[in-house]
């Protein structure tokens, strides 16, 4: 199995930014794409940003040019830096891991407010 724990979230102005990082335990060898949702209050968990192991990302068309995704291997670390921000990404941010045979692994979620 895979743990994940989530750290980064808060509250910040328009325009400003923030970096989420999420930290994987365990079995992480198995772990083949790392992903960033987001749920917003009233709306469903929506795909924002991944990255597969060879390092192509992909990004939902309402963060592009401002969400980059990156990953640090030695550290099973994967994170997800936001910039410019705007109140619509408010939400809670939640990361995941998919792994070999399916299995998907969540962290904890973080609440990220975008409000001044």
């Known amino acids: 199995q895979v743990q994940l724990v989530e750290s980064g979230g808060g509250l910040v102005q328009p325009g400003g930014s923030l970096r989420l990082s999420c930290v994987a335990s365990?079995?992480?060898?198995?772990?083949?794409?790392m992903e960033w949702y987001r749920q917003a209050p009233g709306k469903q968990r929506e795909l924002v940003a991944s990255?597969?192991?060879?390092?192509?990302?992909n990004y939902a068309d309402s963060v592009k040019g401002r969400f980059t995704i990156s990953r640090d291997s030695p550290k099973d670390t994967w994170y997800l830096q936001m910039d410019n921000l705007k109140p619509e990404d408010t939400a809670l941010y939640y990361c995941?891991?998919?792994?070999?045979?399916?299995?998907?692994?969540w962290g904890q979620g973080s609440l990220v407010t975008v409000s001044s």
């Open positions: 995941a891991s998919v792994q070999y045979g399916g299995q998907r692994a």
């Open positions: 365990g079995r992480t060898f198995t772990t083949y794409h």
């Open positions: 990255i597969n192991l060879s390092d192509v990302t």
